[in-house]
């Protein structure tokens, strides 16, 4: 059986008319990142995977060798044992780095018109590829430090420190500024004591939580996330957790029904295409960096 195309005529024109979202995941930012190489802490090769870290925090907190190792169970561990500062200070360390640009976040930089960027990184790449090409774009982060309550930091263009804002309040006009929204929080190269990070199992339940109330989300998202396509990269449906906020966008944002989206993802398994299949997804199997490739090559 030959191996479906995504429609890019479809996807190009929709990123530079504003009608779709990328979404980008775990996967987005480890570039072409050879399939042997490994993760270690301080070397800026490559970010490091959801099993990568979770092995490094496991090791660091001694981690019972009779639990699955999954990154939200193994953080709350190193939360427990250490301290959610302790936590925190690893997590900085860890993504205060300059990681290489991939491809990805490079083209998209490159698009001339306002987009909104979802991730679901704690790392900058995006920012970064932004900042590269002199592009302006501001910066919404969901946060997890009790201080800051149900708000999000809202960072505008040049500006030196970020505003606290209820989401409900938050004020952008989307039709002319790109947005990069980092919905499971960030790391602050700047200040460390701004880091945002959803990575525990508290951490997903009170985000959750926060869905649910309306409080996680800023309303000015929620016609969009209605109305737009949504362009996965990087995401797989193995994380329950990630399919349940793909639940609750669907249903308490009340997303437009028969509105189809993609997902770039290499290798998905059976399971991984009947749960894509089931939001009405569209997955095709192939590295990012080839579907960008052949995306750059259709723009000339």
């Not at 209820?166 to 919905?183: A, E, F, G, W």
């Amino acid at each position: 059986m030959s191996q479906l195309t995504p429609p890019y005529p479809l996807i190009l024109d929709g990123l530079k008319q504003g009608r779709v979202i990328p979404f980008l995941g775990a996967g987005a930012s480890l570039g072409s990142r050879a399939s042997d190489a490994e993760w270690e802490k301080y070397l800026v090769s490559c970010v490091p995977t959801a099993n990568e870290l979770a092995k490094y925090l496991a090791k660091q907190a001694v981690f019972p060798s009779d639990e699955s190792p999954d990154l939200t169970k193994v953080a709350q561990y190193f939360g427990v044992v250490g301290g959610r500062g302790a936590l925190e200070q690893e997590l900085h360390s860890i993504f205060d780095c300059d990681f290489p640009l991939t491809s990805l976040h490079t083209f998209l930089a490159e698009i001339p018109s306002p987009l909104l960027i979802v991730t679901t990184n704690y790392d900058d790449l995006i920012e970064r590829a932004f900042k590269a090409k002199g592009r302006s774009y501001d910066v919404v982060i969901h946060t997890t430090n009790p201080k800051f309550g149900d708000r999000v930091l809202w960072w505008q263009h040049d500006a030196t420190e970020p505003q606290v804002v209820i989401p409900q309040k938050l004020d952008i006009d989307l039709s002319r500024t790109t947005v990069i929204y980092k919905m499971h929080g960030a790391v602050d190269r700047f200040d460390r004591g701004r880091d945002q990070y959803v990575i525990t199992e508290d951490d997903y339940v009170d985000f959750l939580a926060r869905m649910i109330k309306n409080k996680a989300i800023p309303s000015i998202f929620a016609e969009p996330f209605q109305t737009k396509h949504f362009l996965f990269l990087g995401y797989g449906l193995r994380d329950w957790n990630w399919r349940v906020v793909l639940n609750r966008i669907e249903k308490d944002l009340r997303r437009h029904k028969k509105l189809n989206s993609w997902a770039i993802q290499k290798e998905p398994s059976s399971l991984e295409k009947k749960l894509w299949e089931r939001r009405e997804v569209n997955v095709y199997d192939m590295t990012i960096d080839d579907f960008v490739k052949e995306l750059q090559s259709r723009q000339t």
